[in-house]
T-cell receptor, first 113, second 112 residues
């Protein structure tokens, strides 16, 4: 089946620094990828839809300048959390669409100290 | 907009008990419906899906039927195992926009 990877799997950073999370489709090309955020013991909240070669579409309430998304190729989308603060600590999950299915990455645990 | 409501947890069962996790949805059009499972510290894994009314999705002993008349997609398993302990998410996907809407998740714990 289609595989989506994320890197890193977990990251700890200091407040004020920026962190980049990569989402890759390993064996298929994905024109559309999605970024979700999951708080402890809560559901997934869609942050943005990432389209290859164009600007991402952000959900209401998500700061586009804080969560920068770049979908530079058909197999890679990146999420950069800029000037991270402790409240940005969360589990970030990406997914990629392929053949009308959505495949999820394993997630990235971000902890901001 | 679209929404998914699933049974609140946590749910605790003994091994070999019958499991039902309720899920209802509201959506415009004809969404596809999904159940995902998430083990601690991991991402989501697709458990089963149904793409149209009256379809039954099944996998690993779990089943769910797409009921358009009751806008429901309840998850069932006849005999749960300890290894089924996880968080289960019901979700729908808007076929036009392609993005998914998730329920709040139900934590299942199965005791030996």
């Amino acid at each position: 089946g289609a595989v989506v990877s994320q890197h890193p799997s977990r990251v700890i950073c200091k407040s004020g620094t920026s962190v980049k999370i990569e989402c890759r489709s390993l064996d298929f090309q994905a024109t559309t990828m999605f970024w979700y955020r999951q708080f402890p013991k809560q559901s997934l909240m869609l942050m943005a839809t990432s389209n290859e070669g164009s600007k991402a579409t952000y959900e209401q309430g998500v700061e586009k300048d804080k969560f920068l998304i770049n979908h530079a190729s058909l197999t890679l989308s990146t999420l950069t959390v800029t000037s991270a603060h402790p409240e940005d600590s969360s589990f970030y999950i990406c997914s990629a669409s392929f053949l009308n299915e959505q495949f999820f990455g394993p997630g990235t645990r971000l902890t901001v100290l | 907009g679209n929404s998914v409501t699933q049974m609140e947890g946590p749910v605790t069962l003994s091994e070999e008990a019958f499991l039902t996790i309720n899920c209802t949805y509201t959506a415009t059009g004809y969404p596809s419906l999904f159940w995902y499972v998430q083990y601690p510290g991991e991402g989501l894994q697709l458990l089963l899906k149904a793409t149209k009314a009256d379809d039954k999705g099944s996998n690993k002993g779990f089943e769910a039927t797409y009921r358009k008349e009751t806008t429901s997609f309840h998850l069932e398993k006849g005999s749960v195992q300890v290894s089924d302990s996880a968080v289960y998410f019901c979700a729908l996907r808007d076929t036009n926009a392609g993005k998914s809407t998730f329920g709040d998740g139900t934590t299942l714990t199965v005791k030996p």
